[in-house]
């Protein structure tokens, strides 16, 4: 994708789940899940989803039964990979992907100060080289070092439960896994995301507003 021009296709939309009740994450005791959307909390499926990428699936989730609000460290490679980026730039790269132009996003997370973008395997592989071959207009800032989690490694995965701020060492979602099958952008459409990060951060100031941290995305077009 020389320059950045395309827009990534836009997949398929699903609404996301209202209702999740009373359900429990194994056979063991129900976890009690609220009615009303809510992207910083993970639905049960979106549960099913995040423990299918470690080895013991059914213990992550019999952990989470005990303990919705613990956070979990899970591989990378297989179910899905993570590209972290300084948390100014990713929540750029976030504004783009939700813009009129914009594919979506996969689920998403901050953790110690970096925005967690969750991408399709073999993503982590390819994106760097990507970067690298990216020709980069003069008016245009470098993104800054994106770190690519792949096969081999392992991020740590925000509590279940949403919470209303991080912190500068916490974690928590903004945008929430809700389904068995999230739609994960691949590393042409992470590029694309990066590249229209890098020239907004050409035009406007390096410090973000008051209220970066509280900034609320549409979830209405989510997969």
Known sequence: MPGGQDTPSRPPVSPISATQGNRSLTAGTPVCMTSAPDVTAATVEGAAWLASAGTYPRSTLAFWEERPGAPVVLPCGTVFDVVSAPSVFGRRMLDRLWGADGPGCGPVAVHRGR???????????????????EEWGPRTHAVPPLLCHGTGDAVTVPALEGEAEAGPAGSRWLVAPDTRHPWLPGPEVVLWAAVRAARTAARVSIFPPADQGAKVYDVSRRR
């Open 115 to 133: 925005t967690l973008l969750f991408a399709a395997p073999g993503t982590a592989h390819r994106l760097p080289s990507l970067l690298a071959w």
